[in-house]
């Protein structure tokens, strides 16, 4: 298996267009923060509002927010924790990050994932219709290994792809950040579970990247099903793009209708129990988990069938 990963590594970089996405995503991360830095150059400065004032409106905001009879478990959870943090640093002085500096982009980086879901989406749904496309995918299933292994190798080596561009983008951020806006002064704070203590931003941003990489996951692997069931990189590609954009959309139109409960984009940005936006509030982390797992393994089935009883001949 490992052989056959390696195979599909290699030929998914011999290819330029898998070195020109590599490419455009650092300069587009870069370019990001360039105009950012330009915008915030050229604009001419607001009345001055210390950090003080500021976390006060905010405190006040989550204050009213916890008031909403509506809100579900996580969101509750996220105004509390706010509001914890909110009081610590104004009775504590304890100033946060401005949004010009590097911590901030670090933290703000998996926002950046779009981009990444993206690219991943084209690799998933032609690293098994280019064989078909191709005419190569009789010469590889002359070789003595199980159809399964070979979809599993390509498989495997879509999402390591995937990681591999979230690894990049965060990276990207963190340089980019550090180029154009520099070290801030500040102080990161987490709610423990107990108390308001001092926190790694960068953990954080590992945590955040992490939740958003389920949307990347999902979405790449509808894309590879696609591809794998209608053989055409072009509809897999449109379909699972379409549906990336307009997927979130769905959910604020259903969010009346109990059915959107069990709809796939209600679930992929898990970021929602952490930063308390969520469409509908009344679904939990576990419920969540295990609609993904039930979509994944739907998505997987038919990817595998679809692939094992395929004649290429015809």
Not at 22 to 41: H, Q, R, Y
Not at 101 to 107: A, D, G, K, N, R
Not at 231 to 250: E, N, T
Not at 257 to 272: P, R, S
């Amino acid at each position: 298996m490992l052989k056959l990963i390696q195979n599909e590594w290699m030929k998914l970089w011999s290819k330029k267009a898998t070195w020109v996405m590599a490419v455009l995503l650092i300069v587009i991360l870069f370019a990001s923060a360039g105009i950012t830095k330009w915008v915030d150059s050229t604009t001419p400065a607001p009345e001055e509002e210390n950090w003080q004032e500021i976390t006060g409106m905010n405190l006040m905001m989550n204050q009213e927010q916890l008031q909403n009879p509506d809100l579900g478990t996580a969101q509750t959870d996220y105004y509390e924790r706010q509001v914890a943090i909110d009081e610590y640093r104004l009775a504590n002085d304890a100033a946060p990050f401005e949004y010009a500096s590097m911590q901030q982009q670090v933290l703000d980086g998996h926002m950046m994932l779009s981009l990444v879901t993206l690219f991943t989406v084209i690799v998933g749904a032609g690293i098994v219709a280019s064989e078909f496309s191709q005419g190569t995918i009789k010469m590889l299933l002359t070789r003595p290994v199980k159809r399964w292994k070979i979809l599993t190798s390509k498989y495997i080596t879509t999402m390591l792809f995937a990681l591999l561009f979230a690894i990049i983008t965060l990276a990207s951020t963190a340089l980019a950040g550090l180029i154009f806006f520099g070290i801030g002064d500040g102080t990161f704070l987490v709610w423990n579970g107990s108390q308001v203590v001092e926190g790694s931003y960068w953990i954080e941003a590992l945590k955040l990247f992490a939740l958003s990489f389920a949307s990347t996951w999902m979405i790449g692997t509808f894309a590879f099903m696609l591809g794998t069931v209608f053989r055409s990189s072009s509809l897999a590609i449109g379909v699972s793009i379409f549906l990336m954009f307009v997927g979130v959309q769905v959910v604020f139109l259903l969010q009346r209708f109990e059915i959107v409960k069990y709809y796939l984009f209600t679930h992929t940005d898990l970021t929602q129990f952490y930063t308390g936006f969520m469409p509908v509030p009344d679904i939990t982390m576990a419920m969540s988990l295990i609609v993904l797992a039930a979509y994944f393994l739907t998505f997987m089935v038919i990817s595998y069938w679809t692939f094992s009883k395929r004649d290429v001949t015809a």
